[in-house]
């Protein structure tokens, strides 16, 4: 026990130190995706089951994110997701068990590592007994004596301007030798070496698995009216979409056919997402009812999932209608993709309501995973400038400025721009952010001021980044 412990004490360390060279050094490209990588090999020894090592290929997708894409919108969800991916990698729940039970193990498994940051401080004095007592007086006095010294000081500074200025003098002095950029990316690189720490030591401690649950009953009554009473609204609903806005019949006058096909968007994507949910719970109490009364519960469950799925397309349509006169914008990308997603769902949806055997909402999880996977090295950005920008080529300029306000991503497209004329040197714009307050300026010069930033860049090596070395390039050519 203590060799593994003494092997994870290493890693941790190696972890701390190299986080904060590799992932905290400013404007971090390849070398987040070399911390993955070394990650990966370290914990090929360490592990107990090497086969969840499958959830360290997520982690290693993401991290390219820093490699492919300078749009820096996912930094913060891709650390909360690959702390959850690492937890998977030590919890012992079968993911297969529909049950809540599985969620429950990963969500402790989470901040377990907290109950074990002691540990290695407590190996420390275990390995230096003899002055382990003379240690916690010295950290005694210092908890004692700090306080007091500032209070102390504070006290005399104000009876003595002088020394108040000495005082003074010297914290100026104090602040300009100490970099606390340096000193919270430390204290940031040891937080995250002592939780790996605790992730692994944590991992030892087995529980004895819990007898399983029976399933509940729900009351095929109560559910079987509340469907159909649902399922009768919604089916006039769906009799008017087919009506109005797929087949496009004449609509009642004072309503125009734009403004009826764009209204309704995230009402219809709301319902979508609650239509979803009734079928869960529908499906999961009633498991335990009998043969005849579950067919009819089911075929009221695929109904909702087909009406389900005309929203979908609803929602769809109607999203292209604002695609098709505004062009993209990031939101609108995100959302397709998620319809597209939410689509695949609601087909899987089909098999659980008939077959409800596998776990529905791992299922829904790993589908959001691989969406979410996806976004960190497609350049939403890239997509978004050609859509405005294929605009702006047909006369429809009120989409540049959002363009230009977009990450290193969109700088292809925004050469496009360069090479006209029109856009390069006359057309005149107010951008959403400028080096000049909000000043009409050219796009050429307003690129071409935005990019100096990145030009100043140093040669080190864990900045590469390929968007940000394409932008730099198109900066050299027009500068």
Not at 28 to 39: D, E, K, N, R, T
Not at 422 to 446: C, N, Q, T
Request: glycine share 6%; hydrophobic share 50%.
């Amino acid at each position: 026990m203590e060799k593994s412990e003494n092997k994870i004490m290493l890693y941790a360390l190696f972890s701390a130190l190299s986080f904060v060279y590799l992932v905290l050094c400013r404007g971090a490209g390849i070398s987040v995706a070399v911390f993955a990588a070394l990650q990966t090999a370290f914990l090929w020894f360490l592990v107990p089951n090497r086969k969840k090592l499958v959830w360290m290929l997520p982690v290693l997708i993401v991290s390219l994110n820093s490699l492919i894409s300078a749009n820096q919108m996912f930094c913060a969800s891709n650390f909360l997701l690959s702390v959850a991916l690492y937890s998977l990698m030590f919890v012992d729940a079968d993911i297969k068990d529909t049950s809540a039970d599985f969620f429950i193990s990963l969500a402790i498994k989470i901040f377990e590592p907290l109950k074990y940051l002691h540990v290695p401080f407590a190996r420390l004095f275990k390995a230096n007994r003899e002055n382990s007592a003379l240690i916690k007086r010295v950290i005694i006095a210092i908890l004692i004596s700090v306080p007091a010294v500032m209070m102390l000081t504070a006290l005399l500074a104000a009876a003595d301007m002088v020394f108040a200025k000495g005082v003074g003098e010297f914290f100026v002095a104090v602040f300009r030798l100490v970099k606390f950029e340096v000193l919270l990316k430390v204290i940031f690189g040891l937080a995250v070496g002592f939780y790996l720490f605790g992730l692994l030591y944590s991992s030892d401690s087995k529980k004895a698995p819990g007898e399983p649950k029976e399933p509940k009953k729900g009351d095929v009554i109560i559910f079987g009216i509340f469907l159909a009473s649902i399922l009768l609204i919604y089916t006039i609903f769906v009799i008017v979409q087919f009506k109005y806005l797929f087949a496009g019949a004449e609509l009642p006058s004072g309503l125009s056919y734009t403004e009826y096909a764009r209204k309704g968007f995230f009402e219809q994507f709301f319902l979508t997402g609650v239509n979803i949910l009734i079928i869960l719970l529908t499906v999961h109490c009633t498991k335990g009812v009998g043969t005849r009364k579950k067919i009819l519960l089911k075929a009221l469950c695929c109904y909702l999932c087909a009406v389900t799925i005309i929203l979908l397309i609803s929602s769809f349509y109607r999203m292209r209608l604002y695609y098709l006169d505004d062009g993209l914008t990031r939101l609108r990308f995100l959302v397709f993709g998620f319809l597209i997603f939410e689509g695949i769902g609601l087909i899987i949806t089909f098999f659980y309501i008939i077959k409800p055997e596998f776990n529905i909402v791992i299922v829904y999880l790993l589908l959001g995973l691989i969406y979410y996977l996806l976004l960190n090295i497609v350049p939403m950005d890239y997509f978004v400038a050609k859509s405005q920008v294929d605009r702006a080529f047909r006369g429809e300029t009120n989409g540049i400025a959002y363009a230009l306000s977009l990450s290193p991503d969109a700088a292809p497209q925004i050469e496009r721009l360069l090479d006209d004329e029109r856009f390069g040197e006359a057309i005149k714009i107010r951008p959403l952010e400028s080096y000049d307050g909000w000043s009409e300026i050219s796009v050429k010069d307003y690129v071409l001021n935005k990019y100096k930033r990145y030009a100043g860049k140093t040669n080190d090596w864990r900045q590469y980044n390929i968007s940000a070395d394409k932008m730099l390039k198109i900066y050299g050519r027009y500068s």
